[in-house]
């Protein structure tokens, strides 16, 4: 007997099937299939062969590949007695609730006293198909790992791309070749990341950023994630997402996992990107004001860092206000007697030497200037000098002489009394000023990975959003440490590195487009002299990489020439000109036929207007850059292209007269696509900015 459940939107169709009430498998997951078509006839097609060596029938690629049933690949499920003796449940049919668009089935083992259900959940709007996992049990068990629902891997590509990273060098796309056995990535930090983003992406052969067929995943979970992309010796693959091995430290009678993310494209990589973008900002994102326009950020941390100075900051505000910026951000050093990184995280008080008068000054003073405020937390840590922590040494996580972080060690969020005292307060701080943003940030690894710490993070700032429904929040640890769709479920922003060097966030911003739109993206103009990279940039380049995602400055605006101030005015306005469509907007990554060139444009919701950004980041190989193909246009209609970026004049090198450099032009999108812009000469560190509109 064969069971079949199909999801199915307007341009795709999943359909799972289950033998005998076992398990059911992704047994077709790829463009619509015509009204009318028989899923048994779907499923017999896609039957592999037995042949020698193997055993009578091939065990079922399920949702949860079970050990019991000699799947030769890893396992969806490992589970255990409270005392550690080992579980091989075999899971029969239940009950299955659901449509097209959304299914939940249920399976149990009733020896064991065992059961499993998964849920599907297709989107019609964005495309993207949300997976999600738990088990139940009659007694507490022991599990070191429960996968989302497994699906199995397209045979159609050689490789796969993930993702590594650093502190200050997030998102590095890294190809790995498929091989038979096991790429297996664990990330056991207790957060997110920096070192691997929990995504992946695998692409059909000769698929790029416009091209192609692809398939992509995403697991929604900020607590550290283990990744398994296994090929079988009988040549199926398969992909498992979960919360990282072990990380259930407690028996229970309940486990769930996070969503998994899933999409696929006939389009390129950018089909995928593109959903992810969309799903985030429309369905993951709650905004406290969807209709308000993304502010520009004024953050003072690489300004001032410890030194808080009532008259400096309000020098600061003004020539913020005078560039531009619509929010200013109070960073690290406003309570306890925090001086530098050694103490008072915990105690969270306004420190009376610094602000005698409390904080009302300060945000007097930047509302008059027509600003918002925000200001800094890092909830989650405490540092061993510090009030909290010698009343309550108990409350940190780990041994009293384990290893610190940046001085620091972590608070244990699955109390209840810690995640009372933090709610008590920032709640006392957001309650008693004008305070309309909160950057959250997280800057050291925990002792052990632990998935109650995530869960105490969630329930801990969804009381703080319950209880401040106006302020939005930020996703910041040591930059990029905590960028998943489970925390942004909870906040509005993220600040994608720490790093303000242009160039490096040229290419992390490129890289992180394959999951996030511009709306959460926070960008900052940082200052001349790079703090993270020593290098300096011309203020043309750094401030058009900011206008790339939510842009905001991070310098002392003191430091400024009179050349710089108007190139940052001017660029500024040109953002909030643009603000609004490009929030609405996709990103697109353009395939640069120049190795040198990173590109991408940002184009409409009514592809009516785009934005080009190509940024020519080392020596091109060539005497000239090679023309940039636009893609996304509709090829009957006509641009009419203009340049934004005004580079260095090079009149003894970039003699001629390209279109770029002398003016605007009009030209019809099957050319832009087809044989695309030619970019004029210029140096490394360049980036050449230019926008078109429909005629």
């Known amino acids: 007997m064969i069971q079949t459940w199909v999801l199915q939107d307007n341009g795709q169709t999943l359909l799972l099937a289950s033998h005998g009430g076992a398990l059911p498998e992704v047994a077709y997951w790829g463009p619509r299939l015509p009204d009318g078509t028989d899923p048994a006839v779907i499923v017999a097609a896609g039957a592999p062969d037995v042949t020698g060596g193997m055993l009578d029938e091939n065990p079922n690629l399920s949702i949860c590949p079970e050990a019991s049933s000699t799947f030769p690949g890893q396992p969806g499920l490992h589970v255990a007695e409270a005392d550690g003796a080992p ?23 009733q020896d064991l006293g065992l059961t499993y259900e998964a849920d599907f959940a297709l989107d019609p709007q964005t495309s993207v198909v949300s997976a999600q996992s738990r088990l139940r049990a009659d007694r507490p068990r022991r599990l070191s ?57 695998l692409p059909a052969r000769g698929t790029t950023n416009t091209r192609g067929e692809a398939v992509a995943f995403h697991y929604g979970w900020s607590g550290g994630h283990r990744m398994v992309a296994e090929e079988l010796s009988d040549g199926r693959r398969q992909v498992q997402f ?89 960073d690290d050093g406003w309570f306890g007697k925090r001086d530098d990184d050694t103490s008072s995280l915990g105690d969270w008080d306004i420190d009376p030497r610094k602000y005698p008068d409390g904080l009302t000054p300060l945000i007097s003073h930047i ?83 632990d998935a109650a710490q995530a869960r105490g993070y969630y329930d801990l700032i969804a009381r703080l959003r319950t209880a401040h429904p106006g302020v939005e929040f930020e996703s910041c640890a040591s930059g990029g440490g905590r960028i998943d ?40 103009v940082g200052p001349r002299h790079c703090h993270t990279s020593g290098r300096h940039l011309d203020m ?76 020519l980041t080392q020596s091109t190989r060539s005497v000239l850059p090679r023309p ?22 090079l009149d003894w090198q970039s003699r001629g007269a390209p279109l770029l450099s002398t003016g605007e032009a009009a030209l019809s999108g099957q050319y832009l696509m087809h044989q695309g812009v030619t970019l004029p000469w210029g140096y490394p560190q360049t980036l050449w900015v230019f926008e078109g509109q429909r005629t």
């Not at 590509?157 to 650093?166: A, P």
């Not at 242009?502 to 960008?523: C, K, N, Y």
């Not at 900011?546 to 108007?566: C, I, Y």
């Open 145 to 201: 790992w429960l996968s989302a629902p497994v699906f199995p891997a397209p045979q159609s590509g050689d490789e796969m791309i993930d993702f590594s990273g650093r502190w200050i060098g997030e998102f590095r796309s890294e190809r790995t070749p498929w091989t038979p056995g096991i790429r297996l990535r664990e990330n056991r930090t207790g957060r997110t990341g920096h070192e691997h983003f929990p995504g992946l992406i």
């Open 242 to 330: 979960g919360h990282a091995s072990g990380t259930e430290v407690e028996p229970a009678t309940a486990f769930e996992t996070a969503t998994l993310y899933a999409v696929r494209s006939d389009i390129g990589l950018n089909g995928c990107a593109v959903a992810f973008q969309r799903h985030l900002r429309d369905r993951v994102v709650t905004w406290p004001d969807a209709n308000r326009p993304r502010p520009v950020h004024y953050n003072c941390w690489e300004a001032i860092y410890f030194d808080h100075d009532l008259d400096a900051l309000k020098s600061i505000a003004n020539r913020a206000a005078e560039l531009g910026a619509e929010r200013f951000v109070l």
């Open 628 to 649: 940039l193909r636009l893609t996304g246009l509709d090829a009957a209609s006509t641009y009419r292209l203009t340049p934004l970026s005004q580079s260095p004049v």
């Open 485 to 524: 769709f489970g925390a942004m479920a909870h906040c509005q922003r993220v600040w994608l590195s720490d790093s303000n060097d242009a160039m490096e966030r040229l290419r992390i911003q490129h890289d992180s487009a394959l999951f996030l739109p511009m709306a959460v993206t926070g960008s900052h």
């Open 87 to 109: 579980l091989l449940p075999r899971f029969v049919f239940v009950a299955a609730e659901g449509d097209e668009q959304a299914l939940t089935l249920r399976y149990c083992d």
């Open 540 to 615: 043309e380049t750094r401030a058009w990489v900011a206008a790339q995602r939510h842009m905001g400055f991070e310098m002392d605006p003191r430091e400024l020439d009179e050349a710089e101030t108007a190139t940052l005015r001017r660029i500024t306005s040109w953002w909030k000109e643009n603000r609004s469509w490009m929030a609405r907007g996709d990103i697109l990554r353009l395939d640069a036929d120049d190795l040198a060139v990173t590109g991408e444009m940002q184009i409409s919701e009514e592809g009516d207007r785009f934005v080009v950004f190509a940024g």
């Open 367 to 449: 509302q008059s200037l027509n600003m918002t405020f925000g200001i800094w937390f890092e909830p989650e840590m405490v540092n061993p000098d510090s009030d909290l922590y010698r009343a309550h040494p108990n409350w940190a996580l780990g041994a009293p002489d384990q290893v610190l972080g940046r001085n620091q060690m972590v608070l244990d969020l699955s109390r209840a009394e810690v995640r009372d005292y933090l709610f008590e307060k920032i709640d006392a701080v957001l309650g008693a000023y004008d305070i309309d943003y909160v950057k959250w940030d997280h800057n050291r690894v925990l002792p052990t990975p």
